[in-house]
């Protein structure tokens, strides 16, 4: 096994107090799923900490000995779970680690049954997050809401911006239940439901509707509606559902 010492620094001002290794990886699986289990072997070993910034994809690659393809897709994995994120223009950085349960099952995170997992999820957790945002928004979460509506409007339905002022509206509507929990809940899945939509092609008939929905549970809970608040928001996801279903 040959090992290389990792100098990187690893974020914007703090290099790691102790060297840090990457290795050759062994072929004994698909090549992405043997990257993915590196890079969490990583950070469960501690030799990735939340907040440290990954070398640059040319050096992981090189020194786990492996193509820029293979890599590119077992780091989409990751970001999907919200386990790294990408700045622009600073890097890739380790964000959090509470959903490494889920990363050790490579299998979780392909195939055909993400996207029906993610609404199956999203039809759980959301309709509680009306319901209760509906009883506990303040002024400030209200102003949050508006603005990921007023981006959803101004995209004039280009469908990566409509996208990301979807996820957005839904977001400060987890914020506005002042649950840190249900928060949390919704941000684990956050990444996922945006791949959801990446991988789905919206119409503007359908980033149309989708804002009209977000019009009305933004009028319930201003309105403090929590009982319509969480039928509308169990409608709004019956619909993204079924438009998945048939794509």
């Not at 620094?9 to 990257?35: C, F, G, H, W």
């Not at 009028?219 to 079924?242: F, T």
Request: proline share 4%; aromatic share 4%; glycine share 4%.
């Amino acid at each position: 096994m040959v090992c290389y010492n990792l100098t990187s620094q690893m974020s914007d001002d703090v290099t790691l107090a102790t060297p840090e290794y990457l290795r050759l990886i062994p072929r004994t699986k698909s090549i992405p799923e043997l990257i993915f289990n590196e890079m969490v072997r990583l950070v469960t070993e501690g030799l990735l900490k939340p907040g440290d910034r990954l070398p640059s994809e040319s050096e992981l690659a090189e020194r786990f000995g492996v193509g820029r393809s293979s890599l590119r897709e077992a780091m989409r994995a990751l970001q999907l779970l919200g386990i790294v994120e990408v700045i622009q223009g600073k890097g890739t950085f380790l964000r959090q680690t509470y959903m490494l349960p889920l990363a050790t099952d490579w299998a979780r995170l392909s195939g055909m049954g993400l996207i029906s997992q993610v609404m199956e999820a999203r039809q759980i957790i959301e309709v509680a997050i009306a319901q209760l945002a509906a009883e506990r928004a303040t002024e400030e979460d209200i102003i949050a809401m508006r603005a990921a509506i007023r981006q959803a409007e101004e995209a004039h339905g280009d469908p990566v911006i409509c996208g990301e002022a979807s996820v957005n509206f839904h977001q400060a509507l987890a914020e506005a239940t002042h649950n840190e929990v249900l928060a949390l809940m919704y941000k684990t899945v956050r990444d996922l439901y945006l791949e959801t939509a990446r991988q789905t092609q919206i119409t503007p008939a359908n980033a149309e509707e989708r804002l009209h929905d977000h019009r009305r549970i933004l009028e319930c809970v201003e309105q403090q509606n929590p009982e319509l608040a969480s039928r509308l928001m169990a409608e709004h996801i019956e619909k993204g559902r079924q438009f998945l279903a048939i794509r």
